[in-house]
Each structure stands twice: as C-alpha cells, then as structure tokens.
C-alpha cells in the first residue's frame, strides 16, 4: 500500500538563530527575539543543520488538513523570521474633512480627540509588544509581530469607524494605508515542498 506524506523545508537565514523545544520555535536576530508555539499533535518539527522539516508524524494517515496546517506554519516561520531580522510597520492616515483630529500616544492607549467634534475622545489599546507613533497626519506602528503590529493597526482604525453617515461625505477617520507586510525589504528564503511516496 502506498502511503502519501507531505513536508516542507526551508533554509533557516544566516542572520538568525532557531532553537526548537518541543512545539515552540524561538528565533533571535538583529532586530530581538521571537517565539511562536504550534499546537497540531499531528505534526512534527525539526531542525538539522540550517534547515527546518514540518511534516507529518510517523504512523498517522495522511489527510488534506495536514497539507493546510503545514502551509500555514511555513508562513508563520516566515514571518517570524522576517520580524527578528527586519521588524515589521504598519502606516495609518488621519483623515479630518469636517473637524480638525489631534491623535495622541499615552503610555499603551491612543487617543482620538474631536472626532466629528465630539468631546469624548475615541480610545484604543496598543497590544504588547507594539510602538505606536504619530507624525503630522501619519500613524505609524511598529513592532516584531506580524500580527501584534496588523491587529494594533487594525484597532486604531475600528476606533474611529462611522455609522449612520454617508462615508462618501463622512470621510473622517483614521485608515490604514501600508499594512505591516508591505515593506519593501523582503526575505528571500526558499521553500520547497514536496510529496514523497514510501511504501
């Protein structure tokens, strides 16, 4: 009987370094360190030399959701590769066609004053291990996580969403305009995946 496994390697960057306990992966590089724990008890993750296998356990039978869980580790490899070398941003514009917006950072919280002259500011929280900084009319939030940096941008903006207004007249607001996987640099890692046959 023919038995189908799927894996994916990768080549860990010479800027890095991977240490692997169990389900969590730990990566140190220039910009700090990252871990991200992976909870499929159906997948194994190793690392020989400078390159790292996810695959499939030894005696499970092989299902298409196994393909899914490997795909999506790969690219939080990826991204927690590229956050411990490069970091990642986020950029947001302040838009104030009706009434002036003054956008302030104090401590974890974010405050969003006049909005529609409304006297009570608008408050958001800015998720641990995310910067958040205002310049003129700009937003920016920086940080090692993807997704930390992405969900802190993404709350600035829900901070300020409209209701009951026409948003082609009602523009106000605070929207994102690079999202935190846009930079330029990128990390040129090469993936392959690849089915083997084993009897």
Not at 68 to 94: D, Q, S
Request: glycine fraction near 8%; include cysteine; charge should be positive.
């Amino acid at each position: 009987m023919v038995k189908k496994v799927y894996s994916a390697k990768f080549q860990i960057p010479e800027e890095v370094q991977v240490d692997i306990e169990g389900n969590t992966i730990k990566v140190k590089g220039s910009k700090g360190e990252l871990q991200r724990t992976f909870m499929n008890p159906r997948l194994d993750i190793n690392k020989e030399g400078s390159t790292i296998t996810i695959k499939c356990r030894e005696g499970i039978k092989f299902s298409r959701s196994d393909k899914m869980f490997i795909n999506t580790y790969r690219a939080h490899m990826r991204n927690v590769f590229r956050g411990a070398r490069y970091g990642f941003t986020a950029k947001l514009k302040v838009c104030s066609g009706h009434f002036p917006i003054t956008v302030s950072v104090s401590g974890n919280t974010v405050s969003i004053k006049n909005f529609l002259g409304k006297k009570v500011p608008r408050t958001t929280t800015v998720m641990d291990g995310a910067k958040v900084e205002v310049k003129g009319d700009e937003i920016f939030v920086s940080g090692l996580d993807k997704e930390v940096v992405g969900q802190t941008a993404a709350r600035i903006e829900q901070a300020t969403r409209i209701t009951n207004r026409d948003r082609r007249i009602f523009q106000d607001g605070c929207y994102i305009t690079k999202k935190p996987g846009d930079q330029d640099e990128w990390i040129k890692i090469t993936f392959t995946s690849k089915k083997k046959n084993e009897n």
